[in-house]
């Protein structure tokens, strides 16, 4: 049996964070990952596209995303797309799931018990969330019969010790307890593949916020009697970047310009956590605004971690305990016997001077 598994797509997300305008041309993006994944499934002839929950947002998904849905996997026909509703997308009586008419190769899991699917010599069991939480396993009670295949597809929280959750609480022994070769989940969004405990969560189509690093989208599934194979494919268009950059050495608006220009190429159509950190001086102490209109355009979290360059003169003039070390440390620079004796007491006074104003200490 060969399966394409997705979960975590989150169609209508508001991305509150990106604003109007970039919100909307994300939740487009969401709706083109899915379409590629759909299409990835044809290309590598699957026997059912799974999907493990959270495929929309229900409390912002209009009428129009149901009519998406329908039309991208009636594409696929005659291929079984199976979907067990999530803690997002949870199934109820009128709901969006419900309100469709849905082509025939669709099925929906509707219950909060494991119901059958067959699918080519196996049998799938989908379970759905049915309220925006769930205490009790999927598992619970849940014993296979006979000899057959048999996988689950569920929306559920792998729990590694006692901890409980209300997103389908599973413990990992409960997976073969049950007499699953394979449980195909959703909720976590980061892509993790646990082939001895048997399970495997493709993690979120596309990073949806900026905690999501790593590759993301679907995962391919080969699985028979004798075994199994699981390939990540990385359908994902965008990736999150975390960089800190350091401007310390700089002094005027062109130069942090180009600074920035050398990570343009690489930061566009990205989401970037960028860190800007160091002491300012010359135009840019002047004018630290330039620091975050420099990334206009760019999808970036700009957090400023910036202070003052010194004016050590007017420091050493200070009767306090920071005048004392300063003038103590420009003593000993100014008696260093040589280079790099020098620096050594550079980089004293440096981190001093953070550590007094309670700065990281940053030893070039
Ligand atoms: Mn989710």
């Given at each position: 049996?060969?399966l394409l598994?997705?979960?975590?797509?989150?169609?209508?997300?508001?991305?509150?964070?990106?604003?109007?305008?970039?919100?909307?041309?994300?939740?487009?993006?969401?709706?083109?990952?899915?379409?590629?994944?759909v299409?990835?499934?044809?290309?590598?002839?699957?026997?059912?596209?799974?999907?493990?929950?959270?495929?929309?947002?229900r409390?912002?998904?209009?009428?129009?995303?149901?009519?998406?849905?329908?039309?991208?996997?009636?594409?696929?026909?005659?291929?079984?797309?199976?979907?067990?509703?999530?803690?997002?997308?949870?199934?109820?009586?009128?709901?969006?799931?419900?309100?469709?008419?849905?082509?025939?190769?669709?099925?929906?899991?509707?219950?909060?018990?494991?119901?059958?699917?067959?699918?080519?010599?196996?049998t799938?069991?989908?379970?759905?969330?049915?309220?925006?939480?769930?205490?009790?396993?999927?598992l619970?009670?849940?014993?296979?019969?006979?000899?057959?295949?048999?996988l689950?597809?569920?929306?559920?929280?792998?729990?590694?010790?006692?901890?409980?959750?209300?997103?389908?609480?599973?413990?990992?022994?409960?997976?073969?307890?049950?007499?699953?070769?394979?449980?195909?989940?959703g909720?976590?969004?980061?892509?993790?593949?646990?082939?001895?405990?048997?399970?495997?969560?493709?993690?979120s189509?596309?990073?949806?916020?900026?905690?999501?690093?790593?590759?993301?989208?679907?995962?391919?599934?080969?699985?028979?009697?004798?075994?199994?194979?699981?390939?990540?494919?990385?359908?994902?268009?965008?990736?999150?970047?975390?960089?800190?950059?350091?401007?310390?050495?700089?002094?005027?608006?062109?130069?942090?310009?180009?600074?920035?220009?050398?990570?343009?190429?690489?930061?566009?159509?990205?989401?970037?956590?960028?860190?800007?950190?160091?002491?300012?001086?010359?135009?840019?102490?002047?004018?630290p605004?330039?620091?975050?209109?420099?990334?206009?355009?760019?999808?970036?979290?700009?957090a400023?971690?910036?202070?003052?360059?010194?004016?050590?003169?007017?420091?050493?003039?200070?009767?306090?305990?920071?005048?004392?070390?300063?003038?103590?440390?420009?003593?000993?620079?100014?008696?260093?016997?040589d280079?790099?004796?020098?620096?050594?007491?550079?980089?004293?006074?440096?981190?001093?001077?953070?550590?007094?104003h309670?700065?990281?200490?940053?030893?070039?």
């Amino acid at each position: 049996m060969r399966l394409l598994l997705i979960a975590d797509v989150h169609l209508e997300r508001p991305f509150k964070w990106l604003g109007h305008a970039r919100g909307a041309e994300r939740r487009r993006e969401l709706r083109d990952a899915l379409t590629r994944a759909v299409d990835c499934a044809r290309d590598y002839g699957v026997d059912a596209i799974c999907i493990a929950g959270d495929l929309f947002e229900r409390e912002n998904a209009p009428p129009a995303v149901g009519e998406f849905l329908r039309a991208t996997f009636a594409r696929v026909r005659p291929i079984p797309v199976l979907i067990a509703p999530g803690n997002h997308d949870y199934f109820s009586t009128g709901c969006l799931y419900d309100r469709i008419s849905w082509p025939s190769n669709v099925h929906i899991f509707r219950d909060a018990p494991p119901r059958p699917c067959p699918v080519a010599d196996g049998t799938i069991w989908g379970a759905a969330f049915i309220g925006p939480e769930r205490y009790q396993s999927p598992l619970e009670n849940f014993r296979v019969d006979g000899e057959g295949l048999h996988l689950a597809l569920l929306h559920a929280d792998i729990m590694d010790g006692e901890s409980s959750s209300p997103y389908g609480p599973l413990a990992p022994e409960e997976i073969e307890r049950s007499g699953l070769a394979l449980a195909l989940l959703g909720h976590v969004h980061e892509c993790r593949v646990e082939e001895t405990r048997r399970f495997a969560y493709p993690g979120s189509i596309e990073p949806l916020d900026l905690s999501e690093v790593g590759s993301h989208g679907a995962l391919l599934v080969e699985i028979s009697r004798s075994g199994y194979s699981i390939q990540h494919l990385a359908l994902a268009r965008r990736t999150v970047i975390h960089a800190e950059i350091d401007i310390s050495s700089i002094s005027t608006i062109r130069e942090l310009s180009e600074l920035f220009a050398a990570q343009r190429a690489q930061w566009d159509g990205n989401d970037v956590r960028l860190r800007v950190l160091g002491s300012l001086q010359g135009e840019l102490l002047i004018h630290p605004e330039a620091i975050r209109e420099a990334l206009d355009g760019l999808d970036v979290d700009l957090a400023l971690d910036v202070w003052p360059a010194e004016d050590l003169d007017s420091l050493a003039r200070q009767r306090t305990t920071l005048g004392a070390f300063v003038r103590a440390v420009r003593e000993k620079i100014a008696q260093a016997t040589d280079g790099s004796d020098a620096r050594r007491w550079e980089d004293v006074l440096a981190a001093g001077l953070a550590a007094f104003h309670g700065h990281e200490v940053i030893l070039k």
